[in-house]
């Protein structure tokens, strides 16, 4: 049964490592939620922050968000972007590459010396990092699934998210253009939460820490959470992100919520409002 806590720093002493996801959780996409910025950087002085995200783009460019927000306490970073960039340059090297989504995150693939092709169906592997803002046409991106799914390309979906806030707007990301293609069959690989290998790559890196000495911060069950839980670690859900605000749109309560969804066994340890300490 999850505990439900109002008190963000009293639970954070019986963990060494502390991973936390980033928009929904520390900001909504362009400004900070009340209380994350300062309880973050009220840690404890040993305690290890690392900022675990989805995002397409290499950590350097989440590092420089967290900074000029006000995150003063030491922290590193990983995201599903760098992931990717290793993986093109090592198991995909030499392949030609089709990025989907070139036109809004040119920097996934910067500096790499990738054989890019500007046609889908000349493409060995597909670099997935489309999304869509709310109104926008979804037909041309239909047009790259169907061309998918015709030719067999295998795809590498760089943000597993299916949605995302985005200031006051919610974002169809990545997660959702690869869920329809695994619908129809298509061959896609998911890189970053839930797949326990990135969770794996966090803790190759963390010498003599065991899982149970992790806690996972995040908003959304599916990535989040579910990753966490299939590793071992202990979660705390923040209800800023999406679950919340499937919650309050939904005016559910968590544990008849994760019922619906066949989420009784991915239930997060503690859940709680913010990161506010009352």
């Known amino acids: ?42 840690l404890d002085y040993n305690q290890r922050v690392i900022f675990l995200s989805n995002m397409p783009r290499p950590g350097t460019q989440t590092r420089e968000t967290l900074k000029r927000l006000g995150i003063t306490k030491s922290f590193d970073v990983l995201t599903s972007g760098d992931v990717t960039r290793t993986l093109l340059t090592t198991t995909y090297a030499g392949q030609r590459v089709f990025h989907w989504g070139a036109e809004r995150n040119v920097d996934i ?30 037909s041309p991106h239909q047009q790259i699934i169907e061309k998918i799914i015709e030719q067999g390309i295998p795809v590498l979906c760089a943000n597993p998210d299916k949605i995302a806030m985005f200031g006051d707007q919610i974002r169809k990301c ?10 129809q069959g298509g061959q896609v690989t998911l890189i970053g939460k839930p797949s326990p290998f990135i969770y794996h790559q966090i803790m190759a890196n963390l010498s003599g820490i065991k899982p149970e000495e992790i806690l996972m911060i995040g908003d959304t069950i599916e990535t989040d959470i579910i990753g966490a839980k299939q590793v071992g670690m202990d979660s705390l859900l923040v209800l800023t992100g999406n679950t919340g605000n499937d919650l309050r749109a939904q ?24 990161l506010g300490n009352r």
Do not use: R
């Open 174 to 183: 990545a997660g959702s253009f690869a869920d329809k293609i695994i619908e």
């Open 109 to 138: 693939d910067a500096g790499l010396d990738l054989n890019q092709v500007g046609k889908v169906e000349l493409a060995d592997v597909v670099l997935l990092t489309a999304f869509l803002n709310p109104g926008e046409d979804e």
């Open 251 to 274: 005016n559910e309560n968590l544990q008849s919520y994760l019922g619906k969804k066949s989420w009784e066994h991915n239930s997060p340890t503690y859940c709680s409002d913010d």
């Open 1 to 42: 049964m999850t505990e439900k806590i109002t008190n963000f720093l009293n639970i954070t002493q019986n963990y060494k490592v502390l991973l936390f996801d980033v928009v929904g959780v520390v900001h909504n996409g362009i400004e900070a939620f009340p209380h994350a910025i300062e309880s973050i950087n009220a």
